[in-house]
């Protein structure tokens, strides 16, 4: 199963960007890579997912390497709002249409004013 | 309204009771997920369904027991609770493209 590495702890001043590293040096060639955050005690929220393009929506873009063997997570300007526990996963198939996606302890993002 | 919810919220029980939480979510998505989530821990997967009438287990299948008789409904069953299952508890469905659409958690405490 792929794996992820991710910083626990990351800060960024309020308007910079925002960059989240995480390393997937396991990934195989049909595995995508998403993001999610977790605002306080609430349930995950979706960022944004991609395979081997960079992607880019109305909340964040994400780089992949050529190799896919990193991503990094770009929110352009950050907000307080953005302070976050982010996770890096890798959608892993199971066999028979199935998949799983395994969290990790994700990079706890503080914005700060 | 359109979304996934949970119930209940939050639960108290006692060690040995059997516990039920509801999940049910109303977009006919095929993937529904459980997870738990322990004071400074990430996410665990405890269960997951591709479809109705299939299943199967995650990381930390141990003492819990799901079914999946309608795509709408996927309820986690602790048939013997323990105090090490004292956790927030997430549900969460998602399309084919993997995006997961979590419900609010249900709080559940083992005494």
Known sequence: DAKTTQPPSMDCAEGRAANLPCNHS??????????????H?????????????????????????????SSTL????????????????????SGAGSYQLTFGKGTKLSVIP | DAGITQSPRYKITETGRQVTLMCHQTWSHSYMFWYRQDLGHGLRLIYYSAAADITDKGEVPDGYVVSRSKTENFPLTLESATRSQTSVYFCASSTVTGELFFGEGSRLTVL
């Open chain 1, 26 to 39: 396991t990934i195989s060639g049909n595995e995508y890579v998403y993001w999610y955050r977790q605002i």
């Open chain 1, 41 to 69: 005690s609430q349930g995950p929220q979706y960022i944004i997912h991609g395979l081997k393009n960079n992607e880019t929506n109305e909340m964040a873009s994400l780089i992949i390497t050529e190799d896919r063997k």
């Open chain 1, 74 to 93: 770009i929110l352009p300007h950050a907000t307080l709002r953005d302070t976050a526990v982010y996770y890096c996963i890798v959608r892993v198939y």
